[in-house]
């Protein structure tokens, strides 16, 4: 199969566009979308293709993509889905590059047969194929509108992904009402071949693109995607909107890595790992995505709060450290700037209350203090709306002191609250692009993912190493249990696999007799754990299969008939294997480590407070694997239970290498162990710094 080399910029930017199912019909989408690509100013060459020929629009119509004589960058089609196939098949063998299939009637119908054989014949030709299922796609650099919405899409800087078409002919109206200019936006449907990660490919690249908003709804390549979300991070922001928060396929998971990681925990954890910002509702994502794309970059991280009022200003300090903003705090310095501009009975503290008097003359001068002063890199400013401030002043307030911060080079935002004169402001500012809010938090958030976006640039962790385990060792195990027809490890089968892995455990041994058994306990030394093993006996000490605290010989004889004696009477005709004799682990912070293969993101790790209060206490994080030791690190201190591992009252710290160690061994065995699904270990038994841990109880689970 040849996978095509088409450069993915050729989609965005043709040179030739057929339109297959181009109609005469006004009232159809073969019609609409030949009229938005050439009201819409496409410098291309333009192919309608109809049975019936003619001309439409002033363009020649073909009867066949054969009739062409020229070269075919893109063709889309509008065809009913019974006859994309054969239109998919001729456009390759004509050597079309991309192909956009509107058409809907596929696998979102459960039609996926159709659609694989759509995408064999592409592959074959090395023709890419966009949707199906699509409105298709707008590219600002090439004037090129072949979507089949309704108004114009006005040209500018955000791009858009969405997995939803409906939602993405309806984002083309409401960015034109907000003003929000796109570079692009692209319906990507069944994503059948191509995918988020390729047009990112193409976005990254994209002088302009400055911000991007992607709508998904699930993932089908989740390796591919983290990855070039990693590298469109770097160089500019990704705002992601995501649908199905909801727990509901969570609780059918199988064990706690399962229940807990849900698919929105994880989609979480993977866009945080991925310097990606999620937004929850339409309106936040636009607010962060005009604002990212027109404000200045903050060259540090101080920001200073200008208000009329003090109860704002307080929440906007909130606001502040919700969003991880950082206010500017040398008092002599804040004084020595604001003096002036407040009245002795305001306060130049940060926030610096100008008081309800202030009139636009000293919004005026105080907001011009940020743009001058090299220690403020941003500016919050509030207004209340007061009858000292002439109600006319307030836009040309706005605009003037926005504009001063654009020729400093300083990001501002603006939340004004207030009656009708307030709310008619804010609708003019915000169509000239101006970053004005009727909410406090509205406004903070956006400087606050602005830094967010920043600092994700800085913090990446870098390249990660898998752990050196001994894989052939592990899949020996797993082969064992394979031909026992079993889907799970039995306690020492998964003792054994930490082993292969270098994950440290309690010293343990299987015994099959008495005598054995008081020999390895001789062995390890005492105190020691005795537990039963048995395939047909999962809950260990429901049978009566576990004693604990054995302290010397005769324990260990009496252990061993009471064990036996209460699994045979539990179950009479289970098979027991023996009685594992392990050494008994010694207190310490419990914490749950587990891994697990996700279906959309592949290796993912967990790692948490342990325990049998994992559940309740649900203080867990999660990462894509694989990530190096920093990256473990800032997964730790995630966690809210993270000062425990440091260490509380006087407490030693605990052997954190040691765990991270073990997080990144967890994670290469179910990296390079495909047949290994899940793994979880709880818990691992931290000790004090160099001490080491102890992984005490992993439960493993496996497929063919
Ligand atoms: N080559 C060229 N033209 C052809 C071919 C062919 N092989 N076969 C048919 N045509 C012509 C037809 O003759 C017709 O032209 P005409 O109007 O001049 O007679 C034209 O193509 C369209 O064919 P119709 O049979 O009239 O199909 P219609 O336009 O009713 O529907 C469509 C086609 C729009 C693709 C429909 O099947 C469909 O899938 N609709 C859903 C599209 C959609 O919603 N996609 C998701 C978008 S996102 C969202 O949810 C908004």
Partial sequence: MTKNSSNIRTLFEPKSFAVIGASHDTDKIGYKIMNNIVSGGYAGKVYPINPQGGEILGNRVYKNIEDIEGDVDVASVVIPAKFVLDAVTRCAKKGVKFMQIITSGFSETGNTEEEKKIVAVAREHGMRVLGPNIFGLYSAPASLNSTFSAGTVLPGHVAILTQSGALGIALIGKTAVENIGLSTIVSIGNKCDIDEADLLEYLIKNDDTRVILMYIEGVKNGERLISALMRTTDTKPVVVIKSGRSKRGAMAAASHTGSLAGSDNIFDAIMKQCGVIRADSIDEAFNWCKFLAFSPKPKGNKSVIITNGGGVGVMATDACERYAIDLYDDQAELKRAFESVVPSFGSTKNPVDLTGGAKAQDYDLALSVPTANPGIDAT??????????????????????????????????????????????????????????GDVYQAVSCLGMLYRSERSKTEKTGPAEDADIDIAAINRIVDGALADKRSF?????????????GVSIPQTKVAHSIEQAVQIAEEIGYPLVMKIVSKDILHKSDAGGVALDIDNKEEVMDAYEAIIKNCQAYKADAHIDGIEVCEMVQKGTEIIVGARRDASFGPIVMCGFGGIYVEVMKDVAFRGYPFNKAEAMKML??????????????????????????????????????????????????????RGHKAVDSRILITG
């Fill in 380 to 437: 919050i400013a509030l207004y209340c709306e007061t009858a000292t401030f002439e109600s006319a002043d307030l836009v040309p307030m706005i605009k003037a002191t926005h504009k001063k911060h654009l020729d400093a080079g300083k990001p501002v935002c603006y939340a004004i609250v207030g009656g009708t004169a307030v709310e008619d402001a804010i609708i003019r500012l915000r169509h000239d692009n101006v970053p004005v809010y």
């Fill in 637 to 690: 201190k995630e966690l809210r239970s993270f000062p425990l591992l440091l260490g509380v009252r006087g407490e030693p710290r605990k052997d954190i290498e040691g765990l991270i160690d073990a997080l990144i061994k967890v994670g290469t065995i179910i990296r390079k162990c495909p047949r290994i699904t899940d793994i979880e270990i709880n818990p691992v038994v931290v000790y004090e710094q160099k």
């Fill in 489 to 501: 490890l039995l306690a020492n089968e998964g003792s054994a696999v930490m082993r292969a892995a």
